[in-house]
């Protein structure tokens, strides 16, 4: 079992940047795949971001590529999510996932996720 909380969401103007974190609990976090996901109002959750057990690998949906950055700190039990040049599209709540443990692969799909965070929300204004 592992439980997720995320932090450091906010109000932002258009442009600006925001870090979110992802605290993990237990003694596994550096073997799992975590990712990032949002889900805004009236529609699906989606993915964003993902990275494997060693944060070595990663992966970006094509909206955010180059302005997001995912990382994480096994020794912090930490996931981040730096977001650069924020757009009004990215307003959403934000969610960090984990995976049971696994090998060196990162994970685009929900359904590859067994556990969540609570989310956080991101809101950037025009």
């Known amino acids: 079992q592992v439980q997720l909380v995320e932090s450091g969401g906010g109000l932002v103007q258009a442009g600006g940047s925001l870090r979110l974190s992802c605290a993990a609990s237990?003694?596994?976090?550096?073997?799992?795949?975590m990712g990032w996901f949002r889900q805004a109002p009236g529609k699906e959750r989606e993915f964003v971001s993902a990275?494997?057990?060693?944060?070595?690998?990663?992966r970006y949906a094509d909206s955010v590529k180059g302005r997001f950055t995912i990382s994480r700190d096994n020794a912090k039990n930490t996931m981040y999510l730096q977001m650069n040049s924020l757009k009004p599209e990215d307003t959403a709540v934000y969610y960090c996932?984990?995976?049971?443990?696994?090998?060196?692969?990162?994970?685009?799909?929900?359904?590859?996720?067994?556990?969540w965070g609570q989310g956080t929300q991101v809101t950037v204004s025009s």
């Open positions: 996932a984990a995976t049971e443990p696994s090998g060196t692969y990162y994970y685009y799909r929900l359904y590859d996720y067994n556990y």
């Open positions: 237990g003694r596994t976090f550096s073997s799992r795949a």
């Open positions: 990275i494997n057990s060693s944060g070595r690998s990663t």
